[in-house]
């Protein structure tokens, strides 16, 4: 009797049906296409792990909804419930601990990778023309970031939590005019309660990724149009970025032998979409559940807005903002410190783009400027650290 997978399968011909499957989605949204997009991009040669530091964020940002997504399953967002469900989530609810506890590490991975990554692409003048939208869209992003750790700070509703939320939402009160109304809409009411908790839980679990997700996608949909910048040559201004002819038989031969032409650099597939990313995103998620094991995240004390705490100390990336809060006597001069960063990366590409060059030393003034503002950052996040009287000098004297 001859073989076969009709006899081997009892008559069902599983495979012909998946094809009838692929091939309604595929006259519908062409996937074929879309795969052959993805798979024809070129990886340029000077590509390494410091131009993966934008996937990592990416994927901290995906462990982040994932983790958050499964603590909606028992966090109550009210001011009498709050505290008692994340107590719960730590001690009742099955791995709830680890996943609490990742979700608090990925969060500052997030930040960390979104920081160098910021670094990266300005050092390497990776916003310069005809990339200022991709470089807009990725500090839109940053200060999203920055949104998820102020919302996500009250959301336990403990003792460090409540007074940090109530330091945040009086800030904009130094705001000439609008000041008091901007504390109430953050507030939802004169002080700090049920609406405060209410507004910032749907920030977080609703506004924020929503916001994020959307800019996320145009600001990969713009890398993917203009392709990953060029390499900071030393003397030679932005290099033209050039599309592979496929129908070049040397640039064919050697891609038949698994080799990519020297200028252009390798097939994203499969060394790149097949072995590089899988180990990203792996490595990251592995790092986060390993920190998240070695140093499982703490449950303060209750909140109680009648007990000042001695000391707040926000996260580790609100370090240098605390220090500005707590040191600058003029509450206005601080508020425009802090929004004078955010504002100011905003116009670097538009200013910049006068030197074409990409490389550092090319670009004195920026590379100046990029000094003086990691040594001013760093100063006011170790002085925050430190009491009050002693922040400005270090305690060096």
């Known amino acids: 009797m001859k073989f076969s997978y009709t006899v081997l399968w009892g008559g069902f011909h599983w495979f012909t049906y998946l094809n009838k499957v692929y091939d309604w989605f595929e006259e519908r949204l062409e996937i074929q296409a879309i795969a052959d997009d993805i798979t024809s991009k070129y990886v340029p040669p000077h590509v390494n792990i410091f131009y993966c530091l934008g996937g990592i964020t990416l994927t901290c940002f995906l462990v982040q909804v994932a983790t958050g997504f499964a603590m909606t399953f028992y966090y109550r967002p009210t ?3 709050a505290f008692a469900s994340v107590q719960y989530i730590m001690t009742e609810a099955n791995f709830g601990w680890l996943i609490r506890s990742v979700h608090r590490w990925s969060a500052s991975m997030m930040v960390l990778m979104m920081i160098l990554h910021v670094f990266r692409v300005y050092l390497t003048g990776g916003f310069k023309k005809p990339r200022e939208l991709t470089w807009v869209t990725g500090v839109i992003l940053a200060v999203l970031t920055a949104s998820f750790g102020v919302t996500g700070y009250s959301l336990p509703w403990d003792q460090i939590g409540y007074w940090a939320v109530k330091i945040v939402t009086g800030v904009p009160e130094a705001i000439p005019v609008i000041g008091s109304s901007l504390v ?10 049920q609406s405060t908790l209410t507004r910032f839980y749907s920030l977080h679990t609703f506004v924020l990724p ?3 997700a959307v800019f996320m996608l145009m600001h990969f949909s713009m890398i993917r149009k203009q392709g990953i910048s060029g390499w900071i040559y030393k003397n030679s201004p932005i290099p033209i970025t050039k599309k ?5 038989p040397v640039l064919r031969a050697k891609l038949a032998k698994g080799m990519g032409h020297n200028y252009y650099g390798e097939p994203a597939w499969p060394n790149d979409l097949l072995y590089i990313f899988p180990v990203v995103i792996l490595g990251t998620i592995a790092c986060n559940v390993g920190l998240a094991v070695l140093e499982p995240s703490m449950i303060g004390e209750p909140a109680d807005p009648f007990a000042t705490p001695l000391e707040i100390l926000p996260e580790w990336y609100f370090f240098p903002v605390f220090q500005i809060l707590r040191t ?3 509450k206005l001069l601080g ?3 802090m929004v004078s960063v955010p504002t100011g990366l905003l116009t670097v590409p538009f200013l910049e783009n006068v030197n074409k060059f990409q490389n550092p ?9 990029f000094l003086i503002g990691t040594v001013v950052a760093l100063w006011l996040g170790i002085g925050a650290t430190l009491p009050i009287e002693k922040s400005l000098t270090l305690g060096l004297f």
């Open 328 to 330: 600058v006597p003029n």
């Open 244 to 248: 592979p002819d496929l129908n070049d």
């Open 79 to 81: 001011v009498t419930e």
């Open 210 to 212: 929503l916001l994020t």
């Open 361 to 369: 030393f090319r670009r004195p003034v920026a590379t100046t400027i």
């Open 184 to 193: 109430e809409l953050l507030r939802g009411s004169s002080s700090v309660g």
């Open 335 to 337: 508020v425009l410190l």
